[in-house]
């Protein structure tokens, strides 16, 4: 079992700044892949970005490539989220999760393959 917690969520106006926080404690953390996902009012949950539990590989959605950078630090069991340039559409619930590792398996933007959630924090962009 693993418990994620988000933090660093807020109030932000278009073109500035935020970095997310997930906190994972439980099971040896160094052992899942994570990711962020988001989900605005009235819309499905969204992939974001992804980072292998070894290695660092990262993948990005297309929106937020070049703007949103994914990271973790093992040895503090967190994973970040640094958003720069933010834009209004970017507002919305922001989700960690944490996906069992599986040799052979790739990163996957999927929803329903990530096991354990946390609970969510909000982004809110003004324009």
């Known amino acids: 079992q693993v418990q994620l917690v988000e933090s660093g969520g807020g109030l932000v106006q278009a073109g500035g700044s935020l970095r997310l926080s997930c906190a994972a404690s439980?099971?040896?953390?160094?052992?899942?892949?994570m990711g962020w996902f988001r989900q605005a009012p009235g819309k499905e949950r969204e992939f974001v970005a992804a980072?292998?539990?070894?290695?660092?590989?990262?993948y990005y959605a297309d929106s937020v490539k070049g703007r949103f950078t994914i990271s973790r630090d093992n040895a503090k069991n967190t994973v970040y989220l640094q958003m720069r340039s933010l834009k209004p559409e970017d507002t919305a619930v922001y989700y960690c999760?944490?996906?069992?590792?599986?040799?052979?398996?790739?990163?996957?933007?999927?929803?329903?393959?990530?096991?354990?959630w946390g609970q969510g924090t909000q982004v809110t962009v003004s324009s």
């Open positions: 439980g099971r040896t953390f160094s052992r899942y892949d």
């Open positions: 980072i292998r539990w070894i290695g660092g590989s990262t």
């Open positions: 999760a944490a996906d069992t590792f599986r040799p052979g398996a790739v990163l996957t933007t999927k929803p329903d393959e990530y096991d354990y």
